[in-house]
């Protein structure tokens, strides 16, 4: 199962030397189809959305790090694996408090990859070249589901309690780049 985006920034993050992230924050794509989250959020682009109009629309924000920033420990708690290179966590809408100000649901994905994809990618983005589109795949048995349409373009994603943080695995990470034209 997938879900697609398009990038609209790109920010990049030095924590320190070992700790580079990349950010891309992205809508949905038309071709991505729906993504229901539980039953008061959606994943939709907006020609996509028309029939899941009472739902709250989220984004979606991509963190792409090194697998070598993370620690053994850390690897071992996420359960990295080749078959799950990261998380994707649906955080529900927040209200305003002393620290904070109030944020509408989202969609925050992190993902690892080697270090050697990543700095391919970064040089990809230094150059100039920016990604059109961003794929990610996702599973958790039980939890996502298709929809009746036989074109598998709805899925919806089972959320046993919306106000708190579900979290479902990435699986891989593809991103289209215009290369020439």
Not at 7 to 28: G, Q, V
Request: glycine letters at 4%; aromatic letters at 8%; proline letters at 4%.
């Amino acid at each position: 199962m997938f879900i697609s985006g398009k990038p609209k920034r790109a920010i990049l993050y030095h924590e320190s030397d070992d700790a580079t992230f990349l950010r891309i924050e992205c809508t949905a794509a038309d071709n991505s189809g729906v993504l229901e989250i539980g039953k008061e959020h959606v994943f939709a682009s907006r020609n996509n959305r028309s029939l899941f109009s009472k739902r709250h629309a989220c984004k979606l924000d991509v963190e792409i790090r090194r697998s070598s920033s993370i620690s053994e420990e850390m690897a071992a708690a996420f359960r990295r694996s080749k078959d799950k290179i990261g998380s994707l966590n649906f955080h529900p809408p927040s209200k305003k408090d002393e620290v904070n100000d109030a944020s509408p649901a989202s969609l925050q994905a992190n993902v690892f990859l080697d270090d050697q994809i990543f700095n391919s990618l970064m040089n990809t983005l230094h150059s100039g070249k920016r990604p059109k589109w961003l794929q990610l795949d996702i599973e958790r048995e039980g939890t996502l589901e298709y929809g009746w349409e036989p074109d598998g373009s709805r899925k919806e994603w089972k959320i046993d309690n919306p106000s708190d943080i579900a979290t479902i695995d990435v699986t891989s990470i593809a991103m289209g780049t215009e290369l020439f034209s």
